[in-house]
């Protein structure tokens, strides 16, 4: 991610439209998935929906998936991995029993679709960009030290520069 982030923009653009193109795949593949409002799961009133978005960092280098911040959905996990039956203490005290909400994944889902992929094509996006670099868009690189670089990404650094998780 450093390294990349040391390229120029010329370089890197290749990068950051594989990214782009990795994380806006994966959400297309979640929203299709999502419980749609008024599908009968309990949490399923538009709200995760509306606030379900793409989110790039570094740059445009890395991507996530998800909601987040103050206005976020605060039920995704609720939805994506369900939750048991309970009882939920009131600030009267009394307490009220919350019956359980089945899971019904869509985000992993989403991700374990378009995983490899987003790997493969963000793979080649990066190794393109290493080698334009060595090519003379940027001095810092030799075209052998491009070639030892490209070769030695993993696919767990891939997974990380795009913000996926590893399994």
Known sequence: MKTLRTLPDLVTEEVKEAVSDAAFAVFADAVRLMPKPGSGHPYSDGTLLRRFAVK??????????????RGRAAHISLVEFGVHPHDIPMPD?????????????????AYR?????????????????????AAGESAT??????DAAAEQITDDQIIELIGYPSK
């Open 141 to 146: 690189w030799s075209p052998e030290l491009a």
């Open 93 to 109: 005290g009394s307490v009220r029993h919350h019956p359980g909400a089945p899971a019904q994944p869509f985000l992993m889902p």
């Open 56 to 69: 790039f960092t570094q740059g445009g280098l890395a991507a996530r998936v998800g909601s987040w911040g």
């Open 113 to 133: 679709l378009n995983r490899n992929k987003a790997i493969a094509g963000i793979r080649a996006a990066v190794i393109r960009a290493i080698r334009r670099a």
